[in-house]
């Protein structure tokens, strides 16, 4: 989700879309909203209906103020960017599970429902969790990592060695595949990044 895009100017708008074409090349939907603009809010209920849905990201970026606008008459405490950090301050505390009324359609649609199956699609819950200063895996083996980039994961099945890290072996397709575009740089750099962390144990082992 990419949310405040009612601030945004036309050339940070521009690098959104941008960023979210990539995404979207990948396999992931992608949504650019507004707290204030209540149809691009809307355009998310489907996908929360009938679910128990957790809300995440870096502070100040409107997760509570989004669920404001699903939920009328919740009122989650919200605050700004602060000016001295130009980073969000901790408005939510802890995580909460607040319900999420149906929409009328969803009524509508679930009254010809069996039971069970109008239970599951009526409402659902969405989860507040405070703000987030940056994300850092957990319990992660550098041989497994490759699996959490969805492009990279899928090139990587047919480089010639098995245990390919991706970086200089011979006959690595996925470096094949970053040179001819079909992976993003920025998206290999992030890899990279993980991979030189793991290196230097910078990630918590789950013990």
């Given at each position: 989700?990419?949310?405040k895009c009612?601030?945004?100017?036309?050339?940070?708008?521009?690098?959104?879309?941008?960023?979210?074409?990539?995404y979207?090349?990948i396999?992931?939907?992608?949504?650019a909203?507004?707290?204030?603009?209540?149809?691009?809010?809307?355009?998310?209920?489907?996908?929360l209906?009938g679910k128990?849905?957790?809300?995440s990201?870096?502070?100040?970026?409107?997760?509570?103020?989004?669920i404001?606008?699903?939920?009328?008459?919740?009122n989650?405490?919200?605050?700004?960017?602060s000016?001295a950090h130009?980073?969000?301050?901790?408005?939510?505390?802890?995580?909460?599970m607040?319900?999420?009324?149906?929409?009328?359609?969803?009524?509508r649609?679930a009254?010809?429902?069996?039971?069970?199956?109008?239970?599951?699609?009526?409402?659902?819950?969405?989860?507040?969790t405070?703000?987030?200063k940056?994300f850092?895996?957990?319990?992660?083996?550098k041989?497994?990592?490759?699996?959490?980039?969805?492009?990279i994961?899928?090139?990587?099945?047919?480089?010639?060695?098995s245990?390919?890290?991706?970086t200089?072996?011979?006959?690595?397709?996925?470096?094949?595949a970053?040179?001819?575009?079909y992976?993003?740089?920025?998206r290999?750099?992030?890899?990279l990044?993980?991979?030189?962390?793991?290196?230097e144990?910078k990630y918590?082992?789950a013990?």
């Amino acid at each position: 989700i990419f949310n405040k895009c009612d601030l945004l100017s036309d050339e940070e708008l521009h690098y959104q879309d941008m960023v979210m074409q990539m995404y979207e090349n990948i396999g992931y939907q992608c949504f650019a909203i507004s707290a204030q603009d209540r149809t691009s809010v809307e355009d998310l209920r489907p996908l929360l209906e009938g679910k128990i849905t957790l809300f995440s990201g870096n502070s100040g970026v409107g997760k509570s103020t989004l669920i404001n606008s699903l939920v009328p008459g919740v009122n989650l405490r919200t605050s700004d960017i602060s000016d001295a950090h130009n980073t969000g301050m901790h408005t939510t505390t802890f995580s909460e599970m607040i319900n999420l009324p149906p929409s009328p359609s969803g009524q509508r649609g679930a009254a010809n429902l069996p039971i069970a199956s109008r239970e599951a699609m009526e409402g659902g819950y969405i989860i507040d969790t405070p703000g987030i200063k940056g994300f850092g895996t957990f319990d992660i083996e550098k041989e497994e990592l490759t699996s959490y980039f969805r492009e990279i994961f899928q090139f990587s099945k047919d480089c010639r060695f098995s245990n390919c890290t991706h970086t200089h072996e011979p006959g690595c397709a996925v470096l094949k595949a970053l040179e001819e575009h079909y992976i993003a740089q920025s998206r290999y750099n992030s890899y990279l990044s993980m991979l030189e962390d793991k290196d230097e144990n910078k990630y918590r082992e789950a013990y």
